[in-house]
C-alpha cells in the first residue's frame, strides 16, 4: 500500500488510486459477507448450545432421583431417553460445524471472484503498457494478503462467539437466587439461642435430691 503511494512520487509517476481503492472495497466486501453469515451461525451455535444444556438436566435430574428410578424399575427408559437427546446434540454438533466448515469458503471465494474483476479490469493496462507487470503482481500479492487476513479476523471472532453462550450460562448461575441469607439467620438464630441458654443460672446439682429428702 504504501509502494502504491509512495512509488510514484520517488519515479515522478502518476499515482495510482485504483488499487489503493480497491483495498479499501474488499474489507467492506468480507465485511458484508460474514455479517450476513453471522444470524445462521449464531442460531446454530445456539441451539448446540440448548441441547447440551437439555442433555445435562436430564442427568442431573437422573441422578437426583436415582433412587425412584431403581425402586421402579426405570432405568431402562432413563437410558433410553438420555440416548435420544445424544443423538440430538450429535445432529446440532453436525449441523454446525458444516456451518463453520461453509463460513471458511467465504474470503477464498469472495478474494478469488475480486481477483478475476481485478485482473480483467488491470490486465488491459498491462497489455496497453500502461502499468508494468511488477507492480501488478504486486497488488495481487496484497490482495491475497488482505484476504487471508480477513478470514483469520473471522476465525478468531467465531471462536469468541463460540463461548459466549457459555459464559452467559456461568453469568446467570452466578446470579441466581441462594439461600445463602436464609442459612446465615438461621445459624445467627442458634448462636443467638446457645449464647441465652449459658447465661441463664445453672441450679446445684444435690438441690432436688436435698428438695425430696426434706419433703419426705
Not at 426405570?74 to 456451518?99: C, H, P, R, T, Y
Amino acid at each position: 500500500v504504501l509502494y502504491n503511494i509512495f512509488g510514484p512520487m520517488m519515479f515522478n509517476k502518476q499515482c495510482r488510486w485504483r488499487p489503493l481503492l480497491s483495498l479499501m472495497v474488499l474489507p467492506l466486501i468480507l465485511v458484508i459477507a460474514f455479517r450476513l453469515r453471522f444470524p445462521l451461525t449464531k442460531r446454530h451455535l445456539t441451539e448446540v448450545y440448548g441441547a447440551q444444556v437439555v442433555v445435562m438436566e436430564q442427568v442431573t435430574e437422573a441422578f437426583r432421583n436415582v433412587h425412584l428410578v431403581s425402586d421402579f424399575k426405570k432405568s431402562g427408559s432413563v437410558s433410553d431417553e438420555f440416548m435420544i437427546l445424544l443423538a440430538a446434540v450429535g445432529l446440532k454438533n453436525k449441523g454446525l460445524k458444516l456451518v463453520l466448515m461453509n463460513n471458511g469458503y467465504i474470503a477464498p471465494w469472495v478474494l478469488l471472484l475480486y481477483l478475476m474483476l481485478y485482473v480483467v479490469h488491470e490486465g488491459a493496462h498491462v497489455m496497453d503498457g500502461d502499468l508494468t507487470v511488477g507492480i501488478f503482481m504486486v497488488d495481487i500479492h496484497n490482495f491475497i494478503t488482505l484476504g487471508g487476513t480477513m478470514g483469520m479476523v473471522f476465525q478468531l471472532f467465531e471462536h469468541i462467539g463460540m463461548i459466549l453462550p457459555l459464559l452467559d450460562e456461568l453469568a446467570r448461575a452466578l446470579n441466581m437466587d441462594t439461600d445463602t441469607l436464609n442459612r446465615y439467620e438461621l445459624a445467627k438464630h442458634q448462636q443467638e439461642f446457645t449464647a441465652k441458654q449459658w447465661k441463664k443460672p445453672m441450679a446445684p446439682a444435690g438441690s432436688k435430691s436435698v428438695a425430696a429428702a426434706d419433703d419426705h
